[in-house]
């Protein structure tokens, strides 16, 4: 079966793939989902070929056709990236056996921009594989692309990051998925996050996001426009993570502060456990009214941040940050 990748959705039913097409990072992501789906059904075991290597598949599947003496499900992964498509996996697809195998997967990625029209190997994946289309999405197809990789974000929140990362990598899918990840360290909880990852979040001043966080919600706010003046003069062009970090917590304040349980909805908004204690304290003197004008200003930033309206981005974050410092006080 053929089926374009903004159509691809689950790939249970089957274990044979195609990914083909020019768009790297979408065969990426389709493969990692099929690699997961696969481990899900048992196969735990894989090996990575790249077209200089091809020999040493047909070996493989042929020591596995049979089955293995303790049952191991395998993994085999192809991978094509220059010139003309390898006669050698043509020759492994046109193998009718493989596709008998209850015990082997095959996952091949293509460079190849178009798919024959006729060929026994072709045939074969059609009829008892999955052929995915990855090549260059049309700009509503990558917006919708874009908006899916970003459904772990607060619907509110949304508009202003999709918005921003389109804006600022339109037609370069590799530069909004570092964005979109950067995105989901900082709004995935704690548990998930591997230390490592938060470290590579780094503003020049040599504070990481997550410290920023904590900077904020500590009520230092001495500190923070400290650091607000040297990104403005070391690094005015990158200001959309402080952007985000600083909409993050705007919009856990709010939400929580409409909440009548205020700890389920720093959790929901993405807040650490490790930070509810400070969140609960920040929003302790304020009113939902003053986050939700804070969220509008947040909202005009994000506006001035994309040119459409003509202000100063630097002046307008540091405008919020007292703001901000100014609903929190506890006798305001």
């Known amino acids: 079966m053929k089926v374009n990748c903004l159509n691809f959705s689950d790939s249970k039913d089957s274990r044979f793939l195609f990914l083909y097409g020019s768009e790297l ?4 992501n389709i493969a990692d989902q099929i690699l997961q789906s696969l481990k899900a059904q048992g196969f735990n075991d894989k090996v990575s070929l790249h077209q200089d ?6 070996e493989i599947i042929m020591r596995n056709l049979g089955g293995s003496l303790f049952q191991e499900k395998l993994i085999l992964h192809l991978k094509h990236t220059s010139g003309k498509f390898p006669e050698k996996i043509k020759l492994i697809l046109e193998n009718q056996h493989l596709y ?6 095959l996952i091949v990625e293509s460079s190849i921009e178009k798919t024959p029209a006729s060929g026994n190997w072709i045939k074969n994946m059609d009829e008892k ?9 049309k700009t509503a197809e990558e917006k919708l692309w874009l ?3 970003l459904e772990f974000l607060p619907k509110s ?6 918005g921003s990362i389109f804006q600022n990598n339109e037609g370069n899918l590799l530069g909004q998925m570092n964005e979109v990840r950067l995105l989901k360290l900082l709004f995935s909880p704690d548990q998930d996050i591997d230390e ?3 470290n590579n979040i780094v503003f020049h001043s040599g504070l990481s996001a997550f ?20 990104l403005k003069e070391h690094d005015s062009q990158n200001s959309a993570p402080l952007i985000w970090m600083i909409a993050k917590i705007i919009n856990s304040c709010l939400e929580s502060s409409q909440a009548t349980n205020k700890k389920s909805a720093l959790i929901k908004s993405g807040v650490w456990s490790s930070k509810i204690s400070q969140y609960l304290s920040l929003i302790k003197h304020s009113k939902a009214s003053e986050f939700m004008q804070l969220s509008d200003q947040m909202l005009r930033l994000d506006l001035i941040n994309k040119g459409i309206i003509k202000s100063n981005v630097w002046e307008q974050i540091e405008k919020i940050i007292l703001q901000l410092k100014g609903v929190t006080e506890p006798q305001h």
């Open 25 to 28: 990072i979408i065969k990426q």
């Open 53 to 58: 290597e091809l020999d040493h598949a047909e």
């Open 100 to 105: 008998n195998s209850d015990n082997l997967a």
């Open 129 to 137: 594989g999955l052929i995915v289309s990855c090549g260059k999405l």
């Open 147 to 149: 908006k899916r990789q």
């Open 157 to 162: 929140l949304l508009p202003m990051f999709g």
């Open 196 to 198: 490592t990852e938060t």
């Open 211 to 230: 410290e920023l966080e904590d900077v904020i919600i500590d009520r230092k706010f001495e500190k923070v426009l400290q650091t607000i003046k040297f």
